[in-house]
């Protein structure tokens, strides 16, 4: 994660549920009750920047259990991967998870699992096909609702390659 970019702190910000193995003094404002501890086995989303702070310490220095058990995200949920090997393309990607593809580059380095990368770099290079296509035809009005479906981080691609392609073609006519 880097300190300076805003897509990175945004995506930190997600929330994942978790369950707390031990009562946690303090933190009851997580669940809206300021003042009070989150008690032992209750299951509370929290920011992806803090559970990924609790979930790398162990509750006791001799104890092997970690504070908290990070628990199913949605772009984990069954739900999801049927959705994304039915047509990824169509899948908002805005509505579930507006920086998904940020977030799973940090799950990821969390867990040290590849499903969820490997699913996302196959759900990229299927949308990305969908985005140059658009990007080209950028002279053309774009369907609007295509766009409200992608996350950050392909808006920024669909930008990017529409500026080029843009750069290109002026460059073709030798203008």
């Known amino acids: 994660m880097s ?27 997580l669940q809206g009750n300021p003042g009070h501890a989150i008690p032992k086995n209750s299951k509370v989303e929290v920011p992806f920047w803090l559970a990924s702070v609790l979930v790398e310490n162990p509750l006791f220095d001799e104890d092997d259990q970690e504070f908290i058990e990070l628990g199913e995200t949605k772009f984990e949920a069954s739900q999801f991967v049927n959705a994304i090997r039915a047509s990824g393309s169509s899948v908002d990607l805005h509505l579930i998870y507006p920086f998904y593809y940020d977030l799973v580059v940090l799950w990821s380095k969390l867990h040290m699992e590849l499903p969820s990368g490997k699913q996302a770099m196959k759900l990229l290079n299927e949308r990305a096909m969908e985005i140059y296509n658009y990007a080209n035809n950028s002279n053309k009005p774009v369907n609007n ?8 981080f392909e808006k920024t691609l669909f930008k990017k390659a529409s500026e080029l392609n843009k750069l290109t073609k002026h460059w073709l006519e030798g203008s």
């Open 3 to 29: 300190y300076f970019d805003i897509d990175d702190i945004l995506a930190s910000a997600e929330k994942i549920p978790c369950k707390f193995n031990s009562d946690a003094p303090g933190l009851g404002y």
């Open 145 to 152: 609702r295509f766009l409200l479906l992608l996350d950050e």
